[in-house]
């Protein structure tokens, strides 16, 4: 009985991935590619984050995450504009990009990646995500990123975005706090 009484007791430990609070202040979300031969990167100032995430329990692991794309900086409030325009974001018919995992896979490395759907002017596409959740000094930080083709989603299609590389690195780095 007692044996029985102590699982039933673990048992919603083991059931459920951790809720994590994403400290604002402290993380961000950023991208990169190439313009014109040379580096550049931005960064989006407004979105949120419902992160649940547990290295031992990948099977209930949620990651669900939206942008306001009209929040981008880039450092060049032109380039900004130029992005929010309907021939790349559209921000004033799409505000917003989704993201939503699907499953998590652990590969034979031990490295962890997340599948999902991303919504990005209303084209949907699969995206996986490297994962790497760590717990030092105290803190806890989750670090995701992939390669996106921007063609995928439909930004820039027309030859006057040539300048700018297909493939976008897209980044994020989380500090988390238990809920």
Avoid at 2 to 27: E, G, H, Q, Y
Avoid at 48 to 58: G, V
Avoid at 160 to 178: E, G, K
Wanted: proline share 2%; net charge negative.
């Amino acid at each position: 009985m007692r044996t029985f009484i102590l699982c039933l007791l673990l048992l919603p430990v083991a059931a459920f991935a951790r809720d994590w609070n994403v400290d604002m202040a402290k993380s961000g979300l950023g991208f990169d590619g190439i313009y014109q031969g040379g580096a550049f990167a931005g960064k989006f100032e407004k979105w949120t984050a419902a992160i649940s995430y547990d290295e031992t329990d990948l099977a209930h692991a949620k990651f669900d995450v939206t942008v306001q794309l009209a929040s981008t900086e880039t450092g060049s409030s032109e380039r900004d504009q130029t992005l929010a325009t309907s021939e790349f974001f559209d921000s004033a018919k799409f505000p917003q990009a989704h993201f939503v995992t699907s499953s998590f896979n652990r590969g034979v490395d031990g490295g962890v990646t997340a599948n999902g759907m991303l919504t990005i002017r209303g084209q949907e596409k699969p995206v996986v995500l490297k994962v790497k959740f760590a717990v030092s000094g105290g803190a806890t930080t989750l670090d995701v990123s992939t390669i996106l083709n921007r063609f995928d989603f439909g930004l820039g299609a027309s030859g006057d975005w040539a300048d700018i590389s297909r493939d976008i690195n897209v980044h994020a780095h989380l500090v988390l706090t238990p809920k």
